[in-house]
């Protein structure tokens, strides 16, 4: 039992550093590649979301370190214009998400509005549960699906 | 399951003794259906054969009803002589029912009569009434209404509407999504909407001429629009800066939706004749899925103004606001019962998942009819008796709709083209 239990963590583990590795690489690649001030850059180098507690619209340490670099981004690129997207995962009620979709995207928008941003370059679009990255289920899609994402306008 | 409820499980009332008219309470839950007979209709053999096969499909469908096999009919019928009730009463027939069906001109003529078996006595009888040959599954549905009202004591609800989001997976992998409509028993389907839009929660207006619905531009915020269901017009209702959502009609003139500003959903109406719009929630958080009492009087809507989701109450002038909720779970979706004595509503237990439940408007008498893996989005049908739901049974099994009386007995399943999510019932179209 013990030793399937370790060969289960160990595999699990050099997934995990495995995929650690391509998405390094993967940053590497692209920086170089992609033209700057696009979606694809903005994808590749800062990251285009982030994501939220379950229920929730508030803004935790990790989330506020990803929204600065995309407000430095932002920054940067002074004549682009943006789309705030606010989604839930798929264990709510459609409406219920709907509203709280929409609190997710202001919360970002806010927050950017705060570090500088314009605020009449940003627009918010709640799609509640409608428009998962992720199609399944279980707790880790659930958590990814629970986002913010900036889409150029 | 309460032992109460099992109890009444128990119980089978059938016969009311203090009138001639046998008939069923549908408001206890029962464990066999009332045995009735319909022998084929006189005159035009193939037209009264389809429209028996549409109120045989109609009454069964009630759970409360079976129609006992035609093969097993000792006596025949005409509408103008009282039957020989012995041998009904021989296979088991509480009801016999039998019409006649003549080609017109325009129209059809149907009449058609009802005999309580055990009390030996005609209970309905309709002479002669015109139906228009374009649509006789109406008439059907019109008959079916006539019987069920006679041996409940509710309004019938066949003749009605129900409109839902279709949603096909194209080739390429994308939802498309329609808002479709068809009647009550799944026939004369048809799409309202190309899938162009992204569109969600469809809702009649009271006279069944135009469906409230959420709909979706390419970069902008989604709007609450209006559709005409005859020339498929639409046009974005009212003029809000945010977004408009969660729509539901209070009357023909008038309408409660919610609208975003600032991240902060608010519920507001709207006078669809005057354009004039007011807030009458002033909420620092969520305030949505407000649905009007049957009377006018009060709204009940979901909020998280006290942390988690629950149901509120409120007058219609945004006055008065209590919490109704209070068991353990999170409440949304709310839509109070055309009759007024209930309210539907999705709640999610963690770890237990999703349940359709009812309770009434001062929050007690809490009662969960159905759960799945995910259901939501309950739609009364007009009669107040049966609740339409999505649901989807487990992960990936797809989203289907489903009907279920408020008894809890008698679920469902009813077949869509592709996947089926937010149903909503209409009114009788009479």
């Known amino acids: ?55 929730s619209a ?24 943006v789309i705030i997207e606010g989604h839930c995962d798929e264990r709510g009620t459609r409406e219920f998400n709907l509203a709280l979709g929409a609190r997710r995207a202001n919360v970002v928008k806010s927050y950017l509005i705060s570090a500088g941003i314009d605020s009449s370059r940003i627009t918010t679009i709640s799609y509640g549960k409608e428009r998962p990255v992720i199609l399944g289920s279980g707790p880790e899609i659930w958590r990814q699906n629970r986002r913010s994402v900036i889409v150029l306008n | ?15 009311d003794c203090s009138i001639a008219l046998t008939q069923i309470d549908i ?65 088991n027939a509480t009801s016999l029912i039998f019409g006649s069906i003549d080609k017109g001109g325009e129209y059809y003529s149907v009449s058609f009569k009802m005999w309580d078996v055990f009390s030996q006595s005609e209970v309905l009888n309709k002479e002669s009434f015109q139906v228009s040959k374009k649509n006789p599954r109406r008439a059907a549905h019109k008959i079916s209404d006539e019987i069920y009202k006679k041996l409940t004591g509710e309004e019938g609800y066949f003749n009605t509407k129900i409109t839902y989001i279709s949603s096909m997976v194209s080739n390429d992998g994308r939802v498309l999504r329609r808002i479709a409509i068809m009647d009550q028993d799944g026939y004369n389907h048809n799409y309202l909407t190309d899938s162009s839009r992204l569109v969600l929660t469809p809702r009649f207006s009271p006279s069944v001429e135009s469906i409230l619905y959420l709909s979706y ?49 608010n519920i507001h109406t709207l006078n669809l004749d005057s354009m004039e719009q007011r807030q009458i929630t002033y909420c620092s958080s969520i305030c949505t899925s407000p649905s009007i009492s049957p009377d006018k009087k009060y709204v009940v809507f979901n909020s998280d103004m006290g942390g988690t989701r629950q149901l509120y109450v409120m007058d219609l002038s945004g006055k008065n606001v209590e919490r109704i909720s209070f068991n353990p779970g999170y409440y949304s979706s709310p839509v109070w019962s055309p009759r007024g004595d209930l309210i539907a509503f999705t709640k999610m237990l963690p770890g237990k998942g999703f349940f359709i439940g009812v309770m009434r408007p001062d929050g007690s008498g809490e009662r969960l009819i159905t759960r799945g893996w ?12 049966v609740l339409m739901f ?24 009813l077949k869509t083209p592709y996947e089926a999510s937010d149903p909503a019932w209409s009114n009788s179209l009479g």
């Open chain 1, 1 to 55: 039992m013990v030793s399937k239990k370790l060969f289960h963590l160990v595999v699990v583990a050099l997934l995990v550093l495995s995929s650690c590795q391509n998405k390094s690489s993967d940053v590497s690649n692209y920086s170089s590649k992609s033209a700057p001030g696009t979606q694809e850059e903005l994808d590749r180098n800062v990251g285009n979301f982030i994501l939220f507690g379950l229920s």
């Open chain 1, 58 to 81: 508030n803004l935790n340490n990790e989330s506020i370190k990803n929204l600065d670099r995309q407000a430095d981004w932002l920054k940067r690129y002074r004549y682009i214009n």
């Open chain 2, 1 to 15: 399951m309460p032992r109460i409820y099992r109890l009444l499980f128990l119980i089978l009332i059938f016969t």
């Open chain 2, 27 to 91: 408001t206890r839950s029962h464990i066999s259906p009332m045995l009735v007979a319909i022998p084929e209709f006189m005159g035009d053999k193939s037209v009264g054969s389809k429209l028996r096969k549409i109120i045989i499909n109609d009454l069964e469908s009630t759970g409360l009803f079976r129609v006992i096999d035609k093969d097993a009919y000792i006596d025949t019928l005409n509408l103008d002589a009282v039957p020989t009730f012995a041998s009904w009463r021989q296979i």
């Open chain 2, 217 to 265: 531009g390419k970069k902008s915020q989604p709007k609450v629009k209006k559709i005409n269901i005859k020339t498929k017009f639409s046009s974005v209702l009212g003029s809000f800066d945010g977004m408009s959502y969660a729509p539901r009609y209070i009357d023909k003139n008038s309408v409660l939706l919610s609208v975003v500003k600032g991240g902060v959903s």
């Open chain 2, 374 to 385: 995910l259901v939501d989005g309950a739609s009364w049908a007009p009669n107040g008796r």
């Open chain 2, 390 to 413: 999505e649901k989807e049974s487990a992960p990936k099994k797809g989203k289907g709709i489903y009907t279920i009386d408020i008894t809890g007995n008698n679920t469902r399943f």
